[in-house]
Every structure is written in C-alpha cells, then in structure tokens.
C-alpha cells in the first residue's frame, strides 16, 4: 500500500511491491495486499480489482461519502497521522542521515512554497532492497497551510507497481490521474490527502486540514504540481 494507512483509505486498493518488505513512514509498518504480478500503473473500476470484497464495499462508502459529504468518515488515528509522526523523535530524522539509506532519488521540492518551508525531517518508506529503501516521506510546516506530508515510492526501483480505483479520480497533477480526500472524525478532526502517480512514482501529499472548498483545493493543487523528478 502506499502512503500511511491501510489500503482502501487512499482508494488506491491494488498495491505490489515485489517480494520486498513494505514500511508506511507515518504508521506502522503494513503488509499490502499483492497482487500477482503487477507492473506499472493502472486505473481499474472498482469492481475489478483484485481484493476481498470487504475493502471494495468500504471503498464505495467512502466514495459516496466523498461525492455527497465532500468528507469521509475516519477514525482518530487516521486524522492525526501527521501530528503524531512531528512528535516522533526516533523515527523522524534529518535528510542528511535518511539520505544515505534510500534508493529512491527524492523528488526536487525546490518551487514555492515547499522549497521556502520548514522541513521537519523525513523517513525511509516503500520497500527495502539491497541498495536501500525505495521510498521517502518528509514532514513540512506551509506558511498558511499547516503541517503537510510528502510520502513517495518508487515502484519501479521496488520492482511492483500499482492499480487507481476509476470512480475515486477527481483531481489531476499536471496531467497525471489524481484522487483527492478528505477525512474527518468525530471530534471534527480533519485531513486531507492527494495521491497520483507518474511513470516512476507514486506520490501522497497531506495536509493537517480540510479542505472543502474549491480555492483551497486548488491551492493545494498547486502546490502538488510543484513537485518533479
């Protein structure tokens, strides 16, 4: 699975990386549902993925929740990710030391406001080979954002690939298929996540936030489209 949850959260149900050991930078460390032999990227309809149906129903609710609500309903931990992780002190490490342990090449953050943030850290993510991890996750403070995650995996250099549920795309960056979320809790937590993937990558930008209308979601799609190989 990519990015820090469990596998329907992202609508991204289809996830391979190979034979390699798999580590969500922001959660704990998951097994992804692998399915067989999969390379590259996909958009699937949702009723042809191959997963159990119990995360198919679960992603048609959170659809439908995300197209009538403009929100999903989600639990505490999976609002609060990003805060937990800025308060992680053993696992949230400076980039020159997460640096030496990667086999991704970290995407450049250099264009505004990314490259003019305050870069809490990072930590290895994807999977794990013999020339290092395939992915990285960085923790930033946004002026006027808040606290954003960057996550991104290469699945390539992991040797696996991934599948975009069809009905879940509401969003592109710059020019890639992209699903756009927003979690709230109970307590009216709120958080809100973008993954797209290109030829290499697969990528999730979050936000400590909702954002619920159209400025603000561009604003953060902006944002995304600033970020390269």
């Keep these: ?14 996830i391979a990386l190979g034979a390699l050991p798999y580590q969500n930078a922001f959660s704990d460390p998951v097994n992804p549902i692998m399915p ?21 129903n679960q992603a048609r609710i959170e659809i439908a929740q995300m197209k009538n609500q403009g929100y999903v309903d989600s639990d505490e931990s999976a609002v609060t990710y990003l805060d937990a992780a800025k308060d992680d002190k053993k696992r949230l490490k ?16 250099s264009g505004f406001p ?22 990285i996750s960085r923790l930033f ?32 960056v710059n020019g890639y298929p992209a699903i756009l979320r927003v979690k709230q809790s109970q307590s ?6 973008l993954t797209w993937a290109n030829n290499r990558k697969i990528y999730t930008l979050s936000v400590n936030r909702a954002l619920k209308n159209q400025q603000a979601i561009e604003e953060f799609l902006s944002l995304a489209q600033t970020i390269y190989d």
């Design 188 to 193: 009216k937590k709120s958080l809100s996540e």
């Design 94 to 109: 400076p980039m020159s030391e997460v640096a030496p342990t990667l086999k991704v090449f970290p995407a450049n953050i």
């Design 36 to 56: 067989e032999k999969m390379q590259g990227t996909s958009i699937i309809p949702l009723d042809n993925h191959p997963v159990p149906d119990l995360l198919k």
């Design 114 to 135: 990314l490259g003019q943030s305050i870069l809490l850290g990072a930590m290895a993510s994807g999977g794990y080979t013999d020339e290092g991890w395939t992915g």
């Design 1 to 14: 699975m990519i990015n820090f949850k469990c596998l329907a959260n992202s609508f991204v149900l289809s």
């Design 141 to 172: 403070v946004v002026p006027k954002l808040g606290l954003v995650g960057l996550e991104e995996v290469d699945y390539v250099a992991s040797e696996g690939g991934f599948a975009m549920i069809k009905e879940a795309i509401n969003q592109n």
